[in-house]
């Protein structure tokens, strides 16, 4: 039996005064890769804001390992080894790739290989060629590298990456799916968010799909990819007539 | 010759004054985007703490109090910013209103505790003897002070700029959610700096103690004074700060000296044309 690294049952969230997640649950097991679906404003952003701590949950709980992480504060939840690779990035523009890293390594926890500056730069050497320039001077492609970069600086446990192919070149989006079958095949567990459906279906053991802030499909990965009804009932794009 | 010379100096040695005076006012609005209006009252308890020191303690030395004097100040200042300006993080107007009034408290308790003579801070013996400059006779305090001030300069500087500490804090500046979530303590940090920002205006009162001397009312004069530099300077720019402390330091010492009348018209155009056409001040970036 696998160990279930991050559980969500029932959870509501509020964004404000709307109800956006109405029991969203699912669970993610150590070393897999989860595929997060559905269309805009699904909920899927929302969901990923509950699991970090940006909203607190108003119902429901959420585990790492067991232990309850919801309506914690987000450093606290960082600390306990969830990691974020938010949409758009955010990297801090106005400080160096480098200062980008270093100011997200946590004390390592007891993991084989530790991730730190040498490692990221051995993995993305154009940011080592840029380590010295302001991060917000990058391309979207490098941003979105040292938004990868900087998560992993914490040694998550629990890697939450929200549509890391928004916005970028088919080139650039490709290496990004190469980078999460690498971290994967490390051992990494991974929620991967994403609206380019074949990437995270190449890549995913599990699948999500989120309709209106419900889940409304929970199964393998590859039963996703076939299914010509579940796709367009949740997932396709809606045609006028 | 000679005058321009030795007000030339004195401008230098204001705008060294000035310089430890806004250093913490533009780090705490930098960082933290607040309007600290308490600061001129954090340096006057700075000022006291020193002069009630030095007066009653004869083993003590100015550097010691400076010192002492800091780090009390500090220790109020987080407090305060614990307890009660952290309330009032998405409230500006709140901010100024709270930190006017805890500096009109502060300025009230001075003057219950000390009363309303002026307190002398002593010059330390061994920089009382003037030093030769190019032929001219100038006091060594002054040109200490100016020392001082540059090496406070450059100690912020590294300690912002070149310590992961300080890109910690700037990266709460740039996204203090992101921030959060990549593990930052932000609200602690801005503690830290809060303190940090104090306790220079508290050290920095002891040390303009011997050319100032405590008086109730110091903390009125000086707050302007924080804010003329740092918009003149650019909001948030440690190095506009310190630019603009020395162009202050000119102004005001020629002001006072050429036109008395009008120190003040001159001392506040500039900034009101600052203001009004380059808001973003000398130094400053916008939208930062």
């Known amino acids: 039996m ?40 699904a909920g899927k952003t929302t969901c990923i804001s509950t699991i970090v701590g940006f ?12 232990e309850p992480i919801g309506g914690l504060s987000p450093e606290r939840i960082s600390r306990l080894g969830i990691g974020l690779v938010p949409q758009g990035r955010r990297i801090f523009p106005s400080l160096t790739v480098r200062e980008n890293l270093v100011v997200a390594r946590q004390r390592e926890r007891a993991t084989t290989k530790p991730w730190n500056v040498e490692r990221i730069f051995a993995l993305f050497p154009r940011l080592e060629e840029r380590y010295a320039q302001f991060a917000g001077t990058l391309s979207g492609g490098e941003q979105q590298m040292l938004a990868i970069g900087r998560a992993l600086m914490g040694n998550p446990r629990v890697l939450l990456l929200d549509e890391p192919s928004e916005g970028l070149a088919p080139l650039i989006v490709a290496e990004v799916g190469r980078i999460i079958k690498r971290l994967k095949d490390e051992g990494q567990s991974i929620v991967l968010v994403e609206q380019n459906r074949q990437l995270a279906l190449d890549v995913a053991d599990h699948a999500v799909i989120l309709n209106t802030g419900r889940c409304v499909f929970s199964g393998k990965a590859h039963e996703v990819l076939n299914n010509e009804e579940l796709i367009a009932q949740h997932l396709g794009v809606y045609h006028a007539h | 010759m000679q005058f321009w010379i030795i007000q030339g100096l004195n401008s230098l040695s204001l705008g060294g004054l000035l310089f430890l005076l806004s250093s913490g006012f533009s780090l705490i609005f930098g960082l933290m985007r607040l309007a600290n209006l308490t600061h001129g009252a954090f340096f006057m308890l700075g000022t006291y703490f020193g002069a009630i020191a030095l007066r009653d303690y004869s083993g003590l030395n100015l550097w010691v109090t400076a010192i002492g004097a800091g780090i009390i100040v500090a220790a109020l200042g987080g407090l ?36 309303g003579d002026s307190i002398p801070v002593p010059t330390p013996h061994n920089l009382q003897a003037p030093t030769r400059l190019f032929g001219f006779v100038f006091p060594t305090y002054r040109l200490v002070l100016v020392a001082i001030a540059i090496a406070t300069a450059i100690g912020l500087y590294i300690l912002i700029d070149r310590t992961r500490l300080g890109a910690m804090i700037r990266a709460g500046v740039d996204d203090r959610q992101m921030a959060r979530a990549v593990g930052i303590p932000v609200s602690r940090l801005f503690t830290i700096v809060f303190c940090l920002g104090a306790g220079i205006a508290g050290a920095a009162g002891v040390l303009g103690g011997p050319i100032l001397s405590a008086y109730p009312g110091l903390d009125a004069d000086m707050l302007p004074l924080a804010l003329i530099v740092v918009i003149l300077g650019g909001i948030g720019s440690l190095f506009g700060a310190f630019i603009g402390s020395f162009i202050i330091g000119f102004i005001y010492t020629f002001g006072t000296v050429l036109f008395p009348e009008l120190a003040y018209i001159i001392l506040f155009l500039p900034m009101i044309f600052v203001i009004a056409f380059r808001p973003q001040g000398l130094f400053g970036r916008l939208g930062t």
């Open chain 1, 2 to 41: 696998a160990v279930e690294a991050l559980a969500l049952a029932n959870v509501h969230s509020f964004y404000g005064d709307s109800h956006i997640l109405h029991g969203v649950g699912f669970s993610l097991s150590e070393g897999e890769v989860l595929a997060l679906l559905g269309r805009n404003g």
């Open chain 2, 80 to 115: 305060f910013e614990r307890l009660v300006l952290t309330r009032l993080k998405t409230n500006p107007l709140g901010q100024v209103l709270v930190t006017l009034g805890m500096a009109f408290i502060i300025s009230d308790a001075c003057l219950v505790l000390w009363g």
């Open chain 1, 55 to 66: 909203l607190t949950p108003k119902e429901g709980d959420i585990r790492l390992f067991g």
